[in-house]
């Protein structure tokens, strides 16, 4: 699995309508992506819930390497790149993931954490795993999970809720304009368990 995610940021004026709108219309060719467990077509708006600055972004979360690679260097990528031009792509290797309620997302967010040069790796993601099993068993959780940036070493935080966008303490939180999630069922089969205290 990868974790993959570019933003866009855009001007103070643009009308964020035409984002919506464009997450949702392109959202619907994503539905039946092979390799791909979901695909969030999400947004900043300045001055909403702490937004200090308009954006547009995908969050991915892929089932397969393969599957991304082909989406970079595939048709799907140059929409992309003609509308906003080449952005740098943030990628995570997944240490821990849980579905929770099989319902429609409304909002994502992101919170990035160091790991700390000392963090015995193994601990970190049994405590991220832990973290993960009781988030999932919120009421408006549909997805958590947790990525490595090896380069940066950042972990990265995801919580995709079917409530909508609330501002937070921590971290980054984006409306979502259209999920396609078309490997969400295969995703819950393959998610991690709990790990045994």
Known sequence: MLIKQYEHRL???YDMAQIRERGRT???VWDNTEGLAFK???LRERGQHGAHHNAYTSIYLWLRDDAAAEFIT??????????????????WLPLA?????????LSIYREDVPVDEGSDLGDLRAAETARGVLIAQRDDTVVSLVGVDVLNWQLA?????SA???????GVGYEIAYLAAPGLAQLAAR???PVAA
Not at 78 to 88: A, D, L, N, Q, Y
């Open 74 to 91: 595939g048709p799907r990528f140059k929409p992309v790149i003609e509308s906003f031009g080449r952005p740098p792509v943030r990628t």
């Open 164 to 170: 909508p966008l609330h501002a937070v303490e921590h």
């Open 11 to 13: 001007p103070f004026d």
């Open 191 to 193: 998610a991690t368990h």
């Open 26 to 28: 392109r959202g619907l």
């Open 97 to 105: 993931v849980h579905t929770g309620q099989p319902r429609r997302a």
């Open 40 to 42: 969030a077509f999400a």
């Open 157 to 161: 935080r995801f919580t995709l809720s």
